[in-house]
């Protein structure tokens, strides 16, 4: 990560009764990862009205930044072999449906930093809200040895 001159953050607080992740096997699976930074959204509203869909890419980027940060609290990302699944979550205007561009934004980071073990599979999905108002949400499943 350093090489790619990206800062892992503090593993956001949880905003209602869960954890940031939990492991079962080999598997660790995170939470939803909203984008916060320094504790703050970055952001809100919904993709195609309020944040355009470039800033929501950068946002959809910042959920996969928060979840490593929950993954390397739990089992630290050395132990990770490979990104499993990624789930985006959009928060869409009526009518807007780039959803796969937006959470390009969490898969492409996930590729600059485990590279060939960051391909996974994926859902991007529109919905009408998310939590606290924020425009994109995205959790993870990966795979530890």
């Known amino acids: 990560m350093a090489e790619l001159g990206v800062d892992l953050p503090k593993v956001a607080a949880p905003v209602a009764a869960y954890v940031p992740a939990a492991r079962s096997g080999s598997l660790v699976f995170t939470s939803g990862q909203l984008p916060f930074v320094d504790g703050t959204l970055a952001a809100t509203g919904k993709v195609g009205a309020e944040v355009s869909p470039e800033e929501a890419k950068e946002h959809a980027r910042l959920c996969a930044l ?80």
Not at 80 to 93: D, E, M, P, Y
Not at 114 to 137: I, T, Y
């Open 66 to 145: 928060n979840a490593l940060a929950a993954v390397d609290a739990l089992v630290g990302l050395d132990s990770v072999t490979r990104v499993v699944k990624v789930v985006g979550f959009v928060a869409s205007a009526e009518g807007f449906t780039g959803q796969p561009a937006v959470v390009n934004g969490a898969s492409e980071l996930l590729g600059e930093v485990f590279g060939e073990a960051g391909q996974h599979a994926r859902s991007a999905v529109g919905v009408a809200e998310l939590p606290l108002g924020a425009p994109v949400e995205v959790e993870l499943v990966v795979e530890v040895g």
